[in-house]
């Protein structure tokens, strides 16, 4: 049996309290951390504090996969995380394998590769989605993998998007 050979990377998703204008920003934390509605004060020990998740990330299967498979840390798994405005997931990816185009509103993004490779692509400021999906460099195969589609209709996306198109 040959050993299927992964790609492991951490993201870390941050929230940025001052993403928009000065008076339209997610409340500045004021406590250490929240109590769960329904958990009592005095049951919080370092049990609390202390996530465990991340240890199945050593039997991750991606045989047959093609996307990322995601193993999070965020408020629902680990809820010493409420109030925060943090959260972290393990992405294993298959070889070849992609994580979809996406975006994280009033949020920004750490990303830490473990092991392996990993191709990616970011474009800070004003971001228009079909400018940097489509014209971003992103191969083809890539883009038709993530959008569940074929290479015919993503070439056709990346020649409407392509800025140094002849007038
Ligand atoms: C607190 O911990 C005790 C002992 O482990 C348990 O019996 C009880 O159900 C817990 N209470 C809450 C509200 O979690
Ligand atoms: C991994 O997943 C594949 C496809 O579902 C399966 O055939 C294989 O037995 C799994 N391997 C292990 C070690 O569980
Ligand atoms: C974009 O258009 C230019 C000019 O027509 C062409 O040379 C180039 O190959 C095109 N790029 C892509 C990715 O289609």
């Keep these: 049996m040959g050993k299927v050979c992964s790609f492991i990377a951490l993201a870390m998703i941050l929230a940025l309290a001052n993403s928009f204008l000065g008076n339209a920003r997610d409340p500045d934390i004021l406590k250490d951390f929240l109590i769960p509605t329904g958990l009592d004060p005095s049951n919080i020990t370092s049990q609390f504090f202390t996530y465990t998740g991340f240890r199945e990330l050593v039997n991750v299967n991606t045989t047959g996969k093609t996307a990322a498979i995601e193993t999070k840390a965020s408020m629902k798994e680990f809820p010493a995380l409420e109030g925060q405005a943090v959260s972290i997931a393990a992405l294993t990816y298959p070889p070849s394998g992609i994580n979809p185009p996406h975006v994280h509103p009033r949020a920004a ?8 490779v990993l191709e990616v692509g970011a474009n800070a400021g004003t971001v228009s989605l079909p400018n940097t999906v489509f014209a971003s460099g992103i191969s083809a195969e890539i883009l038709a993998k993530a959008f569940k589609t074929d290479l015919e209709t993503i070439s056709k996306l990346i020649a409407a998007n392509n800025i140094t198109k002849a007038a």
Aim: proline share 0%; net charge negative.
């Design 109 to 116: 993004e750490l990303l830490i590769v473990l092991q392996g």
